[in-house]
């Protein structure tokens, strides 16, 4: 029965998919190592004649086998886990330039496109919106005359709209701080996470003293290689599933450098020397557009800020399992604080 | 402080040899006076004994894998991190030790949080002074002024506060990042010297004592998280530490940041008083392009600073928890990941 269940974790090995898998090498190496190590003390407890010495070394010897059946059902879960499940979903991700071979290739493209349309949103309030807004506020008219001086700010009103996008440019630049960490998270998880710290934690796990932080080190590696990937396709396509255009920006008319600045007439949506309210109300409304402040809070509020603190909380509470069951009982919430 | 490893084994061998001598002469007693408590006590504190010397054994040999005793015969050195990452001997020497090399990794980390926070706070500084720029009429020209400003005044890129406040932002966060690290390397100083020093010998005396075993075991389990888990996952880091790896186009961003950093902008310009002034060009879109690239290197900031940092701490915390069982006790510094 036991062999069958070894055939059995063995099978899907047949089917490996060429793939990027250096950390193989070093998890054999951590997991050979730990083996020697402890047959060293096997033999050693027949030295000293120690009956608990070698109790010890016999069930550390178990949880090296463990660790080898570890590495076996990652070698397995990486070498399909990209071409039966991440295929549909990365075929969902596909765009024109880029089609993803792994689900964390899946997911960073996803980043990436998250980032770079977040960005041209934000250039394009910032060009369209906050300066036009911000300069007009700025506007004001004045006389002087032989040290006596009159300055009307006639269009100081425009200020109240101006800080409120203000506000809303600062949420959006967190939300791309947001979206470029869950990038480096990936690449780190890519670069360092899978193929360092698991095999360091396969290592780390195989000994009584060490096997917190190896499960710990190994459910990090694969809750950020695995889940974490899968957690941004999933709330990248459940944000899609909502049916939202594009921000569309009000045409503000602020005035130029071109204006003739030697007259009094002002060009532009605001004249200070009019003193008139209506140019604040209709800027105030120009700010608070549906068309453009839906979109917004949509794209950034929650496709930036709340699905990426969910994908950190899923990832987290994976790591929080996966490292009791590797034998670790550590608390994450530190971690869950960064989010 | 300097500590001479070689006087602790000599003591420990010391202090092993009165404990086996009294423990000898309190068997003798029980025996004498027919009293099996005292020759069971001794039966386990011997063993305790025995487990003490192997305990004292084990850390002088970790203390000298790390490199803290520079008479170690076997230490992990530099060479080994060369070899699993040949990248990484452009900043660490084949002959440093695991304290050094952890040192020169957070130095390095340090200098890559330095150059992303003197880019926000130069992209911040330059946004204020874009905000700030105004344009004075003086009507009529001809006057030159003589009796005043007259006529529209603006600070036609005013808006520039808005992108300002994003950077108040980003400072923040990249503040937090170097002084995270900055912080890092303090607490290495104190792993190497305050610790090994003082707590760790102090732990060990008192692991030997019956009634406060427990309470040595729990030091001794924080001592050897502390000192050993914590510098080796820095030591694993610094081998594979390469900000090309973690930022797609690193060097483009780079320089992006240093042009920012540096003030060399083509799209500045300088607004004169009067009607004659030279308008300029009323756009900053060089430096608004450049906050993308600044954003990219403060996110990779935050992370290898802060995200690691704590990884690195909860691993210890692990490793702490299980030593402390080994030990008898039940330890738990997790909560060292509030330093952030």
Known sequence: MKKMLMLLLLLPLCFAADGDMEWLTFALIAAFSAFGILVVLYLFSYLVDSRQMRLVATGELYQVGAAMLLIVLFVALQANFDTIISGPLSGTFSTEDFEPTSLIGAAKSVSNGISEYQWEELKKLNNKVAVPLGSMASLSATCSFLGTTFTAPGCIGIQVPSSSITFAMNAMVSSLLVQNSQIMLLNLAQNFFFPVLFPLGIFLRCFQFSRGAGGFLMAIAVAFYFVYPAAILVTKGMVDMVEMPDPSYPSISAPTEEMDWASFEVEGDCNPFDLNPYYTTRQVNNVLDPDMIDPILYYFFVGGLFTTMINIIVALSTVRGLSSLLGAEVDVSALARIS | ?340
């Open chain 2, 1 to 340: 402080m300097a500590v001479d490893f070689n006087e602790i084994q000599t003591l420990s061998l010391l202090a092993a040899g009165i404990t086996l001598i009294t423990m000898g002469m309190v068997y003798a007693l029980g025996t004498l006076l027919n009293n099996p408590r005292f020759t069971v006590w001794v039966k386990t504190e011997i063993f305790q004994v025995f487990v003490s010397v192997v305990i004292v054994f084990v850390i002088l040999f970790a203390i000298g894998l790390i490199g803290l005793d520079p008479d170690a015969d076997f230490k992990i050195t530099g060479n080994w991190l060369i070899l699993l990452s040949p990248g990484a001997e452009e900043y660490i020497d084949e002959y440093d030790t695991v304290f050094e090399v952890d040192k020169k990794y957070l130095e390095s980390l340090a200098g890559f949080d330095y150059n992303a926070l003197t880019g926000a706070r130069a992209s911040m500084g330059m946004y204020d002074e874009f905000s700030k720029y105004t344009k004075q009429p003086c009507q009529p020209g001809w006057l030159f002024c003589m009796f005043g400003a007259n006529g529209v005044s603006i600070r036609p890129l005013s808006g520039a506060i808005a992108p300002m406040q994003g950077m108040n932002l980003l400072m923040y966060t990249t503040t937090v990042s170097y002084l995270t690290v900055l912080i890092q390397l303090a607490f290495l100083k104190f792993i190497k010297s305050g610790l090994i020093a003082v707590y760790l010998p102090f732990a060990i005396v008192l692991r030997s004592l019956p009634f406060m075993r427990q309470f040595g075991g729990g030091l001794l389990a924080i001592c050897l998280s502390l000192f050993l888990v914590y510098p080796t996952l820095l030591f694993v880091e610094a081998a594979f530490w390469n900000p090309e790896s973690i930022v797609d186009d690193y060097e483009t961003s780079r320089e992006e940041v240093a042009d920012v950093s540096n003030n060399e902008l083509d799209d500045r310009t300088v607004y004169g008083i009067g009607s004659f002034a030279h308008p300029g060009e009323w756009s900053f879109s060089k430096t608004i392009d450049s906050l993308k690239h600044v954003i990219k290197l403060c996110s990779a900031a935050f992370i290898v600073s802060t995200f690691l940092f704590t990884v690195n701490i909860l691993a210890a915390a692990a490793a702490a928890r299980a030593f402390g069982r080994i030990m008898g006790a039940d330890v738990d510094i997790s909560r060292m990941a509030q330093i952030i």
